[in-house]
């Protein structure tokens, strides 16, 4: 059975080249996402404004989840 | 003169390859892995300010406590203080409309002490240029994120007390 996985193995190193670098792209974003998180549940902690920490906790795992998600989607090892 | 031949392209050559074909040979996949684990210390950050949010370590002293005599202070003058069982430092400030204000000597952007810079009715972090509102402890200009915690004052017979934060 072909999938995404294997289409993706034969692909042109140039464009394995750019999928790899469009997925570290991507995990640099959600990253920077998870950091604004993190700094504002921190601000409003520090604030007495308990609204804020447990949202931004779930948001921040579920980009966890995507970051992870995304691995699969890398191209494989040089053959 | 005689130029050094190296067998193979020296280390800083093979760190930044020319080519991109050598590029390929840099693993982007370890690179990629590694900010998950930078994603996951992220969500472990998140958890750790969840729970503080919720459960509160050592308790903050409560009460009123005495600070100076309304005399000992003129209008425009402050005085630094700790609160018995807190290393917490905080700063009483006689404004020059007359009125007491006390607030954490600690700036809320990088911790810094702050200053009353009298005459101005501003509160001063010299590390960043931060500025605060003497009145109310709202940030007015600079880096600081958050206005500064204050305490109550009470000014009773001659003297002036603070209200401890808990
Ligand atoms: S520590 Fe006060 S402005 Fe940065």
Redesign the interface.
Known sequence: MSNFRRAQDQAHPNKVSTLTLAIIVVQILLITLQIWLLYSGLNNTLEHNQDVAIPALIASFFLFLACCGLLYFLPGRKR | METKQYPQPPDWQRDFPYR??E???VT??E???M??L???A??T???Y??I???WKGKSEPAGRFPVCGVSELPAGGTRSFLLPGSNTPYILIHLENGQFKAYEQKC?HLSCAVFYKAGTGKIECPCHNGWFDANTGEVVQGPP???LPALEVVVESGQVYVNGPA
């Open positions: 991109q074909e590029a390929r040979l982007r996949r690179f990629s892995r900010l998950c930078i994603s996951a992220m969500v950050g998140s958890g300010v969840a503080r949010s919720f809320t994120p958050r206005p």
